[in-house]
T-cell receptor, first 115, second 112 residues
Framework: DTAVSQTPKYLVTQMGNDKSIKCEQNLGHDTMYWYKQDSKKFLKIMFSYNNKELIINETVPNRFSPKSPDKAHLNLHINSLELGDSAVYFCASSQDGSGGQETQYFGPGTRLLVL | GNSVTQMEGPVTLSEEAFLTINCTYT??????LFWYVQYPGEGLQLLLKATKADDKGSNKGFEATYRKETTSFHLEKGSVQVSDSAVYFCALSDRSNYQLIWGAGTKLIIKP
């Protein structure tokens, strides 16, 4: 029944490691997003894919690389993790990418802690 | 550019109090406006939205009216409950960039 799912829910790792977060949606949506939420709850868009095509690529370090194998999945790979990467990462999806008009459905988040 | 400004939190109220969380925006064109809610430990979910001027969005006792003349979309509820404790985000659609522009979020704490 889960609409947007993310794995893992919690991720604790050492600086310098490489890690991936996976996201899947079963809503049949065309557009998926990755957001970063910091400790003050501020939400920042990182990437967006529409039908496997990158449409939003905000200013994030190139250590972050999204990958969309199909329109139901959007994974996030992070190389050489840094302390400042500690945050909650949310995946979301919407029916299409029509200028943000559509409701976005969020996953439960992945809580990343870099030690 | 487009932007959203929300009142700073936390906002602390007693149960059954009246709630207003202010949201103002700057935008070109005619954006849609949204309120999302994030309960503790969860992802965000849509609370309500309005797509044109003078529209009123409503859900779960919450209301917000799209006021173009004051560029505002304030969230209101007549009688809050402890279960309304959450972080509330105001957002507007930015057609040119295919994304939502988010406010900073307002944490609401309701005490019994």
């Amino acid at each position: 029944d889960t609409a947007v799912s993310q794995t893992p829910k919690y991720l604790v790792t050492q600086m310098g490691n490489d890690k991936s977060i996976k996201c899947e949606q079963n809503l049949g949506h065309d557009t998926m997003y990755w957001y970063k939420q910091d400790s003050k709850k501020f939400l920042k868009i990182m990437f967006s894919y529409n039908n496997k095509e990158l449409i939003i690529n905000e200013t994030v370090p190139n250590r972050f690389s999204p990958k969309s194998p199909d329109k139901a999945h959007l994974n996030l790979h992070i190389n050489s993790l840094e302390l400042g990467d500690s945050a909650v990462y949310f995946c979301a999806s919407s029916q299409d990418g029509s200028g943000g008009q559509e409701t976005q459905y969020f996953g439960p988040g992945t809580r990343l802690l870099v030690l | 550019g487009n932007s959203v400004t929300q009142m700073e939190g936390p906002v602390t109220l007693s149960e059954e109090a009246f709630l207003t969380i202010n949201c103002t925006y700057t935008a070109t064109g005619y954006p849609s406006l949204f309120w999302y809610v994030q309960y503790p430990g969860e992802g965000l979910q849509l609370l309500l939205k309005a797509t044109k001027a003078d529209d009123k969005g409503s859900n779960k006792g919450f209301e917000a009216t799209y006021r173009k003349e004051t560029t505002s979309f304030h969230l209101e509820k007549g009688s809050v409950q402890v279960s309304d404790s959450a972080v509330y985000f105001c957002a507007l659609s930015d057609r040119s960039n295919y994304q939502l522009i988010w406010g900073a979020g307002t944490k609401l704490i309701i005490k019994p």
